[in-house]
């Protein structure tokens, strides 16, 4: 069956119009599904333990005679060590420690100065507490992502990082688990869902509060990260997988078309676009996506994502090809040209580039060293990955000599006055000099 994807030139009268519709990002939640998620934070807020083992037990299967039982003893992370393949364990180890050497380059130390009266200014930069980190479960295994959320939180210095994640009908993964004894997660909760941020929000007898959630999960997991936000801090309300790949029409199509294979294979709302400068070009990966559809473990998937969301576009020239990449701004953006850094640095929205031909997105989402939780949804214009910033706050530091309380109190009076703020002024005016 001929696959049906978007076939888009720039040069016709129609485009701008069917590029807006590509990009149609509109998602609207279920009211249903706001309705239960509410329920389960009210539940978890109010009957704590209890209602995390009744949820788990009725959406997991999972069973437990007593709350304490839903933690996994460390020693049975370090049995998943030893428990997975040689070849495993070796790729786990290898892609932690790329990604600690990444992000090790981002730590952000305090400062302060000292100005010439005497006045003391800085900023104190410190890790948080306690994160929560959100593991898929089930049959989804995402060992990368653990990598990718707890090895910055470890980095920029977090005291305690607790793991949650889902385990239907008991069964634990471990794959998972040893990528959490490597990245040095401290405890973990054989929990999932709705109730899992819950807990992790407002904490239970069992599972302590944190201050902020980090990690991937479904639109259940998702909705109730954006209720539970302002109780406790997240990183992102992430949509569905993108990419984009600019080609000038000199990589072999068959890994372009893999490329773009490797969005569109994690589900039906993924998009997957290529911008070509070559109609001939765009022809040729058309074919490829054809041939090689087939082999695809996943190839529904694929055929789904990329008739529904997909587009092959060709554009003008590379000066039309980065004005459509920003106008997308995409989660992933691959630069398969010449000169690929020469033009990255023309392009303002993008959540990673990956430059030239040989570097793959894939390599990204496991073991370059950069994260791969990255802003989707057109988010890129103003998010930026996640990293040690995300897990490290700032606090102002101002300590005012005499003669600075002088100068600065005298501002602070006047602007007070005019704000008809009575007591800020006086407070200022009392260390004014006389």
Known sequence: MALKIRMLETSAP???????????????????????????????RSRGDAAVVEFTRRFDRHVVDSPLALEIPRSRLAQAERAVSADHLQALAAAAARIRAYHERQRVDSWRYTEGDGT????????????GLYVPGGKAAYPSSVLMNAVPAKVAGVAELIMVVPTPDGELNDLVLAAASIAGVDRVFTIGGAQAVAALAYGTKTIPKVDKIVGPGNIYVATAKRMVFGAVAIDMIAGPSEIVVVCDGKTDPDWVTMDLFSQAEHD?????????????????????????????????IIRASLEARGALITVRDL???????????????????????????????????????????AVGDYCAGPNHVLPTAGTARFSSPLGVYDFQKRTSLIMCSDAGADTLGRTASVLARGERLTAHARSAEYRIKK
Do not use: C, W
Request: aromatic content about 4%.
């Open 120 to 131: 003391v200014l800085g900023q104190q930069v410190t890790p948080l507490e306690r994160v």
């Open 268 to 300: 039906e709302d993924a998009q997957a676009i290529l911008i070509s400068t070559d109609a001939a070009y765009t022809r040729k990966v058309q074919q490829a996506m054809e041939r090689n559809l087939t082999g695809m473990e996943r190839a529904s």
């Open 14 to 44: 129609d485009f701008p119009a069917q590029f807006a519709a590509l990009l149609d990002r509109t998602q609207t939640v279920d009211p249903k599904i706001e309705v239960t998620v509410r329920e389960i934070i009210d539940a978890v």
């Open 319 to 361: 000066d039309e090809a980065v004005s459509l990449v920003d106008r997308i701004a995409p989660e992933h953006l691959e630069l398969s040209i010449e000169d690929a850094l020469q033009v990255a640095q023309r392009v303002r929205h993008a959540g990673a580039i990956f430059l030239g031909r040989y570097t793959a997105e």
